[in-house]
């Protein structure tokens, strides 16, 4: 059998030396052996042992010996251990006081988990794999043929100006199958990846029919599932393949003129997640009160607040120096935090699993954990601005280049860069480039939302970085621009954006359609967040207070 510390994949080994694979089975103790430890099993004559080859052990209905008492059968099973023992080990022996139940229907329980599994490998997650080892086959195709149409009009462009532009001609096409190059090598690398965890799935599915069809309890009992480990699938490259852009010919500035080609693109995103079958459904509706209700008020003590994050018990705020600041719903503070480089936060946010992350002026995203201060990322040429906490326990951090050239958002997963969101399809900039912030939340339905206040837009794009609207504001009831800087989400997959002109909360659905507004005497509304229950937590900049609101 298998030892439940093993993995599905590796050899069956011994009972007793756990190092060497097993050839035999003692059916009085029913546990396996090597050809070493049969021997040394042997030497003790207080039993009779019965050991024979392993392949021809007699199969169990449920009646396994117990290994202490080995003329006893297992008709119960230890919940806390999770082993069949026997009634004498229930009620005297080391089991004494576990809960227990009966063995036949604990693992006929056991069975219909595995089975389920199976069906899940077998229907729901397998073929994702094979799908997505077929795209990627599809995609190295479509590599050939337009790549073979940039370099056909390289070459074109290289006729056009005969011997004195073949330099620059072969140069393009260096440039060209480069770009080709690394991206084969991406998509080729993604495809192996995919390959070996098709063939890890197929090895764990034979075993598991194995199993199933050996009718052996003691297999049956050790069995662990291992299907979370594939839920998540792997990441899904996406190529862009950039586009040849010819110029005319003016023989002075030859080299200028032939044309160019842009940075390679190559974007990796993040792995989806098959949802299993016993996954729980959509929460119940919760709608929109029509007059909300302002239910506290907290005086966070800045000159100006920026930021509001909710725990359990209290909300963490950041405004106008270095302190970091913890309060109860009636302003007490219970804790508070001075940066490490002793600058202003630039954002603030607590992670799923209650920790504090800040980004600094010094070009880092710091994690607080025991009131300790770990950098977690570093960035070079590029500086962060808003972070959000994801489901997956990631990081989305908003940055702009030194310069102020440029925008993007870059998903993290511990300090690991996963995913960079910067140009559409088009290959057009999403964000508004420039010196202000962007406050950035995920939705339920895993969409990424940032509040583009430059751009005077909410700019909504799904998990893989494509586009799905820009929400640009809503006629009624506002006499100014539309300037969102606060996001957040909550459980109704709302987006609910601050309008720091306007002095009121936009609510939207999920689809960027305008719901209505939250006023409730807001003045200058900064940072949002949501808590469990769906009350709103407004950071009013000016005012230093975080007002907290029933809208549902």
């Known amino acids: 059998m298998l030892h439940p510390r093993r993995s599905a994949q590796e050899v069956l080994l011994c009972d007793l030396c756990e190092t060497v694979p097993l050839q035999s089975h003692c059916e009085l103790c029913n546990i396996n052996l090597c050809k070493v430890c049969v021997g040394e099993h042997l030497s003790d004559l207080s039993q009779r042992h019965n050991v024979v080859p392993f392949l021809q052990r007699e199969a169990t209905a449920a009646n396994s010996k117990c290994t202490t008492h080995a003329r006893k059968d297992c008709e119960l099973y230890c919940e806390k251990c999770d082993i069949p023992v026997c009634s004498t080990c229930a009620l005297f022996g080391k089991h004494k006081g576990h809960d227990v139940s009966d063995v036949l229907e604990k693992l006929s329980s056991k069975t219909q988990r595995l089975q389920k599994d199976l069906e899940e490998l077998e229907t729901r997650i397998y073929p994702r794999y094979e799908g997505m080892a077929s795209y990627v086959q599809t995609k190295k195709a479509e590599l050939e043929t337009k790549y073979g149409k940039l370099t056909t009009a390289a070459d074109q462009q290289g006729e056009n100006l005969h011997t004195e532009i073949t330099a620059i001609v072969n140069r393009r096409k260096s440039d060209i199958e480069e770009m080709k190059s690394k991206h084969l090598s991406t998509l080729n690398k993604n495809a192996d990846g995919i390959t070996q965890k098709i063939i890890e799935l197929k090895q764990i599915i034979s075993l598991m029919k194995s199993i199933l069809e050996s009718n052996d309890d003691s297999l049956t009992s050790t069995y662990k599932s291992r299907n979370s480990a594939f839920r998540t699938l792997p990441p899904k490259v996406r190529v862009t393949v ?212 430059r751009g005077k837009a909410v700019v909504v794009v799904n998990q893989s970085g494509k586009l799905r609207f820009r929400y640009t504001g809503h006629p009624s009831n506002t006499k100014k621009s539309f300037n969102p800087r606060g996001i957040t989400t909550d459980s109704q997959s709302h987006i609910l954006t601050a309008d720091y002109n306007n002095d009121c909360i936009h609510i939207l659905d999920q689809d960027g359609q305008f719901l209505r507004y939250i006023h409730c005497g807001l003045e200058f509304p900064r940072g949002l967040c949501v808590d469990i229950r769906n009350n709103l937590f407004v950071a009013e900049c000016r005012t230093a207070i975080v007002k907290k609101i029933q809208y549902l």
Request: glycine share 4%; aromatic share 8%.
């Open 242 to 453: 950039p586009s040849f852009t010819p110029q005319k010919i003016i023989k002075d500035q030859l080299n200028e003129m032939f044309g160019s080609l842009p940075p390679l693109s190559i974007n990796t995103e993040q792995g989806d997640t098959v949802k299993s079958a016993e996954a729980v459904s959509s929460p119940p509706v919760k709608p929109l009160l029509d007059q909300q209700r302002l239910t506290a008020t907290i005086d966070t003590d800045y000159d100006y607040l920026y930021n509001v994050s909710c725990i359990s018990d209290g909300v963490w705020t950041h405004g106008d120096n270095n302190v970091m600041k913890l309060l109860n719903l009636q302003s007490k503070l219970l804790t508070s935090i001075q940066t490490k480089s002793g600058n202003e936060p630039r954002d603030i946010v607590v992670t799923r699993a209650g920790h504090l992350v800040y980004t600094d002026y010094d070009k880092t995203v710091n994690l607080v954990k025991n009131k300790q201060i770990h950098t977690l990322i570093t960035l070079q040429g590029w500086r962060p601005f808003n972070v959000c906490s994801t489901a997956s326990d990631n990081l989305l951090v908003t940055m702009d280049s030194d310069d102020r050239a440029h925008f993007k958002v870059v998903r993290y997963s511990g300090s690991t860069e996963t995913q960079s969101i910067q140009f559409d399809d088009q290959g057009r900039p999403l964000y508004s480039s420039g010196y202000l912030p962007k406050y950035i939340s995920e939705n339920r339905n895993l969409d990424i939302c940032v509040a583009d206040f």
